[in-house]
């Protein structure tokens, strides 16, 4: 069955660099990728999604790349902010078009002063 | 616009005990998802539906969970008799219904089975 691995440790950085967060997944490549920001008590929020036939997409401090080789997905934020912190969940869609969303684990992100 | 409704937020029962949980999608959204989210781990899909019919429930425990969305609108899920380890939040997320759109998500309902 399809597996996806996201780092269960949290990810603690200082604000204004950048994080990183890494979504890797098993077998055949989805036809593409979500991530989704969640906070404490509150549902998942949609960030970006990309294709896999997109390497790269921005929006605003955002940055996902996406590579089918390698089998996996890089979640950057730029110039992070202590309002960044919560955990993001990255989504892949196994069924080809179906819209049936398979959620990683997701990360933890604290973002400090 | 308005956003995904779900109630109760929270929920406290005892095992064997029955519960039913509320979902009202963002307005005109076909496609209506229930996904249980246990502590610690990533939301995982119970149900899909597009329309008022469904298109997966592979993952539902079926002895115990059911769901239906009459009308193609609101949707309800029910567990009977609860388990301990159904203790999760149950999050409802709908979608425009096209194949690569984006979900919204309720606030999820909390369940704790003593």
């Known amino acids: 069955s399809q597996k996806i691995e996201q780092n269960s440790e949290a990810l603690n950085i200082q604000e204004g660099k950048t994080a990183t967060l890494t979504c890797n997944y098993t077998?055949?490549?989805?036809?593409?990728l979500q991530w989704y920001r969640q906070d404490p008590g509150r549902g998942p929020v949609f960030l970006l999604l990309i294709r896999e036939n997109e390497k790269e997409k921005r929006k605003e401090r955002l940055k996902v790349t996406f590579d089918t080789t390698l089998k996996q997905s890089l979640f950057h934020i730029t110039a992070s902010q202590p309002a960044d912190s919560a955990t993001y969940l990255c989504?892949?869609?196994?069924?080809?078009?179906?819209?049936?969303?398979?959620f990683g684990t997701g990360t933890q992100l604290k973002v400090e002063l | 616009e308005a956003g995904v409704a779900q109630s109760p937020r929270y929920k406290i029962i005892e095992k064997r005990q029955s519960v039913a949980f509320w979902c009202n999608p963002i307005s005109g959204h076909a496609t209506l998802y229930w996904y249980q989210q246990i502590l610690g781990q990533g939301p995982k899909l119970l149900i899909q539906?597009?329309?008022?019919?469904?298109?997966?429930d592979s993952q539902l425990p079926k002895d115990r969970f059911s769901a239906e969305r009459l009308k193609g609108v609101d949707s309800t899920l029910k567990i009977q008799p609860a388990k301990l380890e159904d203790s999760a939040v149950y999050l409802c997320a709908s979608s425009s219904g096209t194949n690569t759109g984006e979900l919204f998500f309720g606030e999820g309902s909390r369940l704790t089975v003593l």
């Open positions: 539906f597009q329309n008022n019919g469904v298109v997966d």
């Open positions: 077998n055949y490549s989805p036809a593409y």
């Open positions: 989504a892949l869609d196994f069924t080809g078009g179906g819209n049936k969303l398979t």
